[in-house]
């Protein structure tokens, strides 16, 4: 729970996951109905975060396109993420908390998931939180 307080804090202050909620509400452009900022905590180096679009695939996620793709075929529930092929990670206990706050296709997203290590949260989430 410290873990996800300690996300959500560094994102609202970082701006990052403010940023979707402010410009939904101005009276310009219409925002993309699918607008997500995900995050990835590890204790080791903190807080990484990225925006990412779809609907065309864009923002700063550096394989929007796979991440995208991936949201889509599980239907933007991302409980149920395809993953990676199964691949052997070790046992080694550095926990990693994973975020994704936004929309997507106009549904409210609200997704904060704890792995036991970066390679279990690869594995069972593919390409959307590597970036």
């Given at each position: 729970?410290?873990?996800?307080?300690?996300?959500?804090?560094?994102?609202?202050?970082?701006?990052?996951?403010?940023?979707?909620?402010?410009?939904?509400?101005?009276?310009?452009?219409?925002?993309?109905?699918?607008?997500?900022?995900?995050?990835?905590?590890?204790?080791?180096?903190?807080?990484?975060?990225?925006?990412?679009?779809?609907?065309?695939?864009?923002?700063?996620?550096?394989?929007?396109?796979?991440?995208?793709g991936e949201i889509?075929?599980?239907?933007?529930?991302?409980?149920?993420?395809?993953?990676?092929?199964?691949?052997?990670?070790?046992?080694?206990?550095?926990?990693?908390?994973?975020?994704?706050?936004?929309?997507?296709?106009?549904?409210?997203?609200?997704?904060?998931?704890?792995?036991?290590?970066?390679?279990?949260?690869?594995?069972?989430?593919?390409?959307?939180?590597?970036?």
């Amino acid at each position: 729970m410290r873990r996800t307080r300690t996300l959500m804090a560094s994102l609202f202050a970082s701006g990052l996951l403010a940023a979707p909620l402010l410009t939904a509400g101005t009276a310009s452009a219409a925002p993309p109905a699918t607008d997500l900022v995900l995050a990835v905590h590890q204790e080791e180096s903190g807080v990484q975060s990225t925006r990412l679009t779809c609907d065309p695939a864009a923002g700063e996620h550096q394989a929007a396109q796979a991440a995208c793709g991936e949201i889509a075929a599980a239907g933007g529930d991302f409980t149920r993420l395809a993953g990676t092929d199964p691949q052997l990670c070790t046992f080694d206990y550095r926990p990693v908390t994973v975020a994704a706050f936004g929309s997507w296709r106009g549904e409210p997203v609200r997704y904060v998931q704890e792995f036991p290590n970066r390679c279990v949260m690869e594995q069972e989430t593919g390409s959307v939180f590597s970036f």
